[in-house]
């Protein structure tokens, strides 16, 4: 491979390097030392199991906590490698190193500079830990009513169960939608109220009202009215591990502000030494959470400060990266298609995909079966008719309508659906006029998505359920001596 | 009764939608909680009625431990002089409107407050704009004419007030987090206490000096970020984009490979061409031409949809084999979130802070219904594609004989056909012999 020529300009820039690796570090969330990165660059040691570290917090999809840092290295390790063979990163050498942190710090930089160059990982890692300010809806549909992980270990059906059991939790299904629905409409009503009578307010005249986070801080600036017991201690276990931007904020409304606070200290490296008792007004800290809060934003705008002196100074890295790519012995081209390892992802793997590749083969044998049949009778009809010019000019207008029929409906899957709704929540925003900048969404659109996704998804599962009464009615009509009544009707 | 392991899956699945549904549920429990209380009357904190107004000197007297560095302590003092300073100012502003004694010694009980203060003293309530008071008309309370009410001893505000002029050093006023005055209502009987409501006085609330100082330094940050994004440095696009490649070629592959984000965005793209596929088919299936023409051109449709439906296939299976599954690591980390099937694309989450901007209460339920309906009918379609899989084989496969056959069926019916939200009647009509 060969070594880039080194700029002489660079000489010039001499400084401009250093700067850009002290900005990195200050960006990363703590980073590590900029002697950590040169050192790197030469292989040493000594810099391997800081970089494994960070790789493993700039990976990990969910927000740092003390939960994490308790983790081995060489967990850390291993996750690291799979989570970047997954992304589909090509070097060999990154899978081959050894897990306990004794070499191969400039593979390690070199992978988080592969990572870096991709996509905008600072932005988003500082996008994860932001404290909303605002009352946050999300636009796209994660995790909108996903499951929580692993089910729950009460599971009592160990042995067969009635289908009338089945039956009866579908039951308290239904119900519990119905209860959702009433409650949202009911927190809408009310955040809507709390939008309008603080109308004016806001410093921001972008913004213009405060948001629920924001008059609770001022109706209750020490935090010393918290929300009932068990609802502040359920709060701290749902609210952060739901994550805050990554793993996109489950639908809308405030969490407890000041409870999350309280956690919020965590992400802050080093300078906080005082574990904060979230359960209540902590005895060692007096300080309240506004100055809290005022901490953190402070702290979020040095690391924004860091991270757009990194973006001004970034091409001096690139070109030093690339010097140490130099470094490195060429590998051997691998085998043409490695495996791909999906560890991280595990909800994608086969189940879905299973489900998928049924219904196709299913359709496909239905197809078969319905297209012999009429192309035998077609044929047959056909050989009647004669073949005058008319007939085949005909034939050929048929045929180009249907090809550019088919070619829509294949354009509507392939091409993704117009600007794909950003993921990550949204500041809600009350404006009488419903104006909104070019970067800003409105609900008006957005209620036109969702609606024709609605009629979508009732159309599909309308479909399903007529393909079951089909079946079903293929399976127990025959039956002599019952007569089956279908429920009235709708 | 179902078999063992279908029971478990079945209950499984149900019991994880049931989950699911439990948890948003709280959380929208917890935010009308929040919603509720700001919309009512707001109270003063309780430990505020009680609190004596600090003096300088109370600090050390603090009933929490003293744990505080003395740094922290001038930090305190220097907020606190200047809330009294504050005091001093506007209580001269009211008594130039010629207002009643009771206010001064009100207002400087409320003015030491400052959010920055010590736990010792609790703030108050939101302040008003405390710069324009003497326009307003004198306002009716904030909570703290409850305070009187509650028979504050007086003696103290003296001293404190002695202490205002004496202390009044020579420190340069910070813009302190400090909540504005409150102004009293002297006329407002206190007697008579009003609380404070958002509908009345929602637009007077101001935030925090501080606070407002932050937060638009950490959004103007935001916005320089996402500028700086979109007009992204020419040079340094060019050197990622050679230095990717570089590392590419570096590693002796060709092709990069595929990334579990592509796999995934490839299989949400053929789950969408199925659906559609599916529904376009059962139209052409369903529909009766009337002419040959028509005739022609569905015959050619479903040939051409055979054939589509063919390349979903084999795409579906490169897929599958290019997807080796290892015993999955005991990730301690949790997963990663679901991709709703219907969640629009693999975009990237965007990190950038925008808006969603409304303009009715109406609307905003209308969104939030849809959301929650486009979520649930995710929800409805993934559960009734599991129930499919399960019950249709275990109907089929029973012996038509016995009542527990027809319950199962009557079940069946029920769940697959109609949602388990109604139930069909089997009536048995026995030949009259």
């Known amino acids: ?490 | 009764m179902l078999p063992a392991d279908c029971s478990r899956r079945l209950v499984a699945e149900l019991q994880g939608a049931l989950d699911a549904c439990a948890h948003r549920q709280l959380q929208l429990e917890q935010s009308l909680r929040v919603c509720r209380r700001l919309l009512q009357a707001w109270e003063p904190t309780g430990t505020w009625a009680c609190e004596p107004p600090p003096e300088p000197e109370t600090n050390e007297e603090d009933p929490l431990p003293a744990c505080t560095p003395s740094p922290q302590d001038l930090k305190e003092l220097e907020f606190l002089t200047q809330a009294l300073e504050k005091a001093v100012r506007v209580r001269r502003g009211i008594t130039k409107a010629g207002e009643r004694n009771k206010a001064p010694s009100l207002k400087s009980r409320s003015i030491v407050t400052s959010p920055g203060t010590t736990a010792s003293t609790r703030p108050q309530s939101p302040g008003q704009a405390g710069g324009h008071a003497s326009d307003r008309r004198p306002t009716k309370g904030l909570r703290q004419t409850t305070v009187p009410a509650k028979g504050r001893p007086e003696r103290r505000l003296p001293s404190v007030r002695d202490r205002t002029r004496a202390g009044i050093g020579a420190r340069a006023p910070r813009p302190g987090a400090g909540l504005r005055n409150q102004h009293m209502a002297p006329s407002a009987a206190p007697q008579a206490p009003e609380a404070f409501t958002l509908k009345e006085k929602g637009h007077l609330l101001r935030l925090p000096a501080a606070f407002r100082k932050a937060a638009s330094q950490n959004s103007s940050l935001w916005a320089q970020l996402s500028s700086m994004q979109t007009s992204d440095s020419m040079d340094a696009a060019a050197a990622k984009t050679q230095f990717l490649r570089n590392i590419q070629t570096a590693s002796g592959g060709s092709q990069p490979r595929l990334s579990a984000a592509e796999v995934e965005a490839e299989a949400r793209r053929l789950r969408k061409a199925c659906s559609l596929l599916r529904l376009r088919v059962r139209e052409e299936l369903s529909a009766a031409p009337m002419d040959w023409m028509q005739e022609y051109r569905c015959l050619l449709t479903l040939e051409g949809l055979q054939t589509m439906v063919g390349q979903c296939l084999q795409r579906l299976q490169e897929l599958r084999a290019a997807v080796v599954e290892r015993p999955p690591l005991p990730c301690p980390v949790g997963r990663p979130p679901r991709a709703s099937p219907s969640c629009g694309g693999g975009a990237e989450p965007t990190w950038s802070p925008q808006l969603l901007v409304y303009s009715s209460t109406q609307e905003l339920q209308t969104l939030a219904a849809l959301k929650l309906r486009v979520a649930v009918l995710d929800q409805q379609i993934h559960l009734q594609k599991v129930l499919m899989a399960e019950l249709l084989p275990l109907v089929s496969a029973a012996q038509p004989e016995g009542p527990s056959w027809l319950t199962l069926c009557r079940a069946a019916h029920s769940l697959l056909c109609e949602g388990g939200a109604r139930v069909l009647t089997i009536l048995r009509d026995e030949p009259v012999d």
């Open chain 1, 1 to 490: 491979m060969r070594r880039r020529r080194v700029d002489p300009a660079a000489g010039a820039r001499a400084g401009a390097l250093p700067e850009a690796i002290a900005a990195l570090s200050r960006s990363l969330p703590s980073g590590p030392s900029p002697e950590i990165f040169r050192r790197a660059k030469f292989d040493r040691p000594e810099a391997t199991s800081a970089l494994w570290q960070l790789l493993f917090r700039v990976l990990s999809p969910l927000p740092a906590g003390n939960a994490l840092a308790s983790i081995a290295l060489e967990v850390q390790a291993r996750l690291v490698k799979s989570a970047l063979c997954s992304q589909g990163y090509p070097r060999l050498a990154l899978a081959q190193l050894p897990e306990d942190g004794s070499k191969g710090s400039r593979e390690l930089l070199l992978a988080l500079s592969w990572l870096l160059a991709r996509g905008p990982v600072l932005e988003q890692m500082l996008a994860q830990t932001r404290v909303p300010l605002g009352d946050e809806m999300t636009v796209c549909q994660c995790e909108a009513l996903a499951s929580l992980g692993p089910p729950a270990p009460h599971m009592e059906a160990e042995g067969p169960v009635d289908v009338r059991h089945m039956q009866w939790l579908m039951g308290k299904l239904l119900f519990r939608w119905r209860q959702l629905v009433s409650s949202q409409q009911e927190q809408c009503a009310l955040l809507s109220k709390i939008h309008l009578y603080t109308r004016g307010c806001h410093s921001d005249q972008n913004l213009g009202h405060l948001s629920v986070t924001e008059a609770e801080m001022l109706r209750d600036p020490e935090g010393g009215q918290k929300v009932s017991g068990a609802g502040a201690a359920q709060n701290l276990d749902l609210a952060y591990p739901k994550g805050l931007h990554f793993s996109c904020t489950p639908g809308m409304g405030p969490r407890t502000f000041w409870n999350d606070l309280w956690l919020v200290p965590r992400l802050l490296p080093g300078d906080w030494a005082a574990p904060l008792d979230p359960g209540g007004a902590s005895a060692c800290s007096l300080l309240s959470p506004l100055r809290v809060l005022l901490r953190t934003l402070e702290h979020e705008s040095r690391r924004l400060e860091a991270v757009l002196a990194w973006r001004r100074s970034e091409p001096v890295f690139w070109q030093w990266m690339d010097t140490v790519l130099g470094t490195c012995a060429p590998e051997a081209p691998a085998a043409a298609s490695q495996p791909t390892f999906l560890p991280w992802v595990p909800e994608c793997g086969d189940g879905e995909l299973e489900l998928v590749v049924r219904e196709l083969q299913t359709l496909e044998e239905e197809l078969r079966e319905a297209v012999e049949r009429r192309r035998v009778a077609w044929e047959a009809k056909a050989r009647g008719c004669g073949r005058g010019p008319e007939w085949s000019a005909a034939r050929r207008a048929s045929r180009e309508t249907v090809e550019k029929e088919l070619g829509a409906l294949q354009r509507c899957w392939e091409q993704d659906s117009g600007p794909a709704p950003a993921h990550g929540p949204h500041r809600l925003v009350r404006r009488e006029d419903g104006a909104a900048g070019d970067r800003d969404l409105r609900a008006a659109e957005l209620i036109r998505t969702l609606r024709s996704q609605e009629a979508c998804l009732e159309a599909v599962l309308r479909q399903l359920q007529g393909q079951c009464r089909q079946e079903l009615a293929g399976l127990t009509g025959a039956l002599p001596g019952l007569i089956w009544i279908p429920p009235p009707g709708r």
